[in-house]
């Protein structure tokens, strides 16, 4: 069954295309009031009229952020906490996949700096409202190639040497491994903490960072609405209250597999409950980005 949430407060980052439009979508035909944040304010405009148009929900709002930024990262969480009453649900979905080793404006590797950091600052920035706002939910979308890379703390940043696939797998650990320790710490406030796999799912991630294997693959992945369901389950199932510290993987990874189960519980990597992995990733995060435990 469904939590009911009607009227109650969801941001959804990188909601411009792929998952997090579909996530986003999900949760306006449920009656939700979602921000979704976006870079681009023309594909945030388009997005948010595409899911206003399906949905006839109003309350839909575009946040312009570019995630790759602290400061800007820093601005969205004052600005929402300043302007929204509430915050239920957060999910943290924005991703990338960089073919080259690209630097972001602070500095850092942009792959690590969007899919772990940003989601690191924003849980941490907003974590009171949730906490005020409980019961409530953080939803970070992982990947199940987490499974593939350990932490290389000598090279969290690909400073010694770059590859694509193994900086988008170890940022996606970092999120699963920052999942857990989060939830161990807000265990007790009523705000849970999730990380999903949503399978193989054809969007622009794909398509940007490899268009031939895209090309090749896409017949067999699923659409960004089918990506979508196991998330939202995540988001919304109230088979799931209290739940924390858990990691869904969704039972169908191609469209056609045999395995149609609606989402599995499951072990992440062994790694990702290591106590001592986990606080030397939160240190170095601290660091980085100068944002503690709750801001
Ligand atoms: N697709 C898969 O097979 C798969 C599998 C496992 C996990 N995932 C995860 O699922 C999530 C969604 O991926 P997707 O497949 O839906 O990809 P997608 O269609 O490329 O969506 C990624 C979203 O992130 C946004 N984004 C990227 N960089 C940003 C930045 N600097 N600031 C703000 N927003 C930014 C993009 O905005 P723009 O429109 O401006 O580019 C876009 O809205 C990612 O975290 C990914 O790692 C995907």
Redesign the pocket.
């Known amino acids: 069954m469904s939590w009911d949430i009607s009227g109650k407060y969801c941001i959804v980052?990188?909601?411009?295309?792929?998952?997090?439009?579909?996530i986003a979508h999900g949760l306006a035909s449920g009656g939700a009031n979602v921000t979704i944040?976006?870079?681009?304010a023309v594909?945030g405009r388009e997005?948010r009229d595409e899911i206003v148009k399906a949905t006839g929900n109003e309350s839909v709002e575009v946040m312009l952020?570019?995630?790759?930024?602290q400061q800007?990262t820093k601005d969205l969480a004052h600005s929402y906490r300043d302007t929204h009453p509430a915050l239920h649900l957060l999910v943290?979905?924005?991703?990338?996949?960089m073919e080259q080793r690209v630097l972001?404006a602070d500095g850092i590797e942009?792959t690590f700096?969007?899919?772990y950091l940003?989601c690191y600052m924003l849980s941490n920035l907003l974590v009171d409202l949730l906490k005020s706002s409980a019961p409530s939910r953080i939803v970070n979308?992982?990947?199940?190639?987490h499974r593939t890379v350990r932490l290389d703390f000598a090279n969290l940043q690909g400073e010694k040497r770059y590859n694509r696939d193994q900086a988008?797998a170890q940022?996606?650990l970092a999120?699963a491994v920052f999942s857990h320790e989060l939830g161990r710490r807000l265990d007790g406030t009523g705000v849970t903490v999730n990380c999903v796999?949503?399978?193989?799912?054809?969007?622009?991630?794909?398509?940007?960072s490899s268009r031939l294997v895209h090309g090749f693959f896409k017949a067999l992945?699923?659409g960004?609405q089918e990506?979508a369901r196991v998330?939202l389950y995540v988001a919304t199932s109230q088979d799931l209250d209290g739940m924390t510290c858990c990691y869904f993987q969704t039972g169908q990874h191609l469209k056609f597999s045999r395995v149609r189960t609606k989402s599995t519980m499951t072990r992440s990597s062994a790694e990702t409950y290591n106590r001592e992995v986990a606080a030397r990733l939160w240190e170095i995060s601290e660091k980085l980005t100068g944002v503690c435990f709750g801001g």
């Open positions: 980052t990188g909601a411009s295309s792929g998952i997090g439009k579909a944040v976006c870079r681009n594909r997005a952020a570019d995630l790759s930024s800007q943290n979905n924005a991703g990338v996949i972001t942009m700096a969007v899919n940003a979308l992982t990947s199940a190639v988008y940022s996606k999120d796999c949503p399978g193989a799912v054809s969007s622009h991630l794909w398509e940007k992945m699923k960004p990506g998330p």
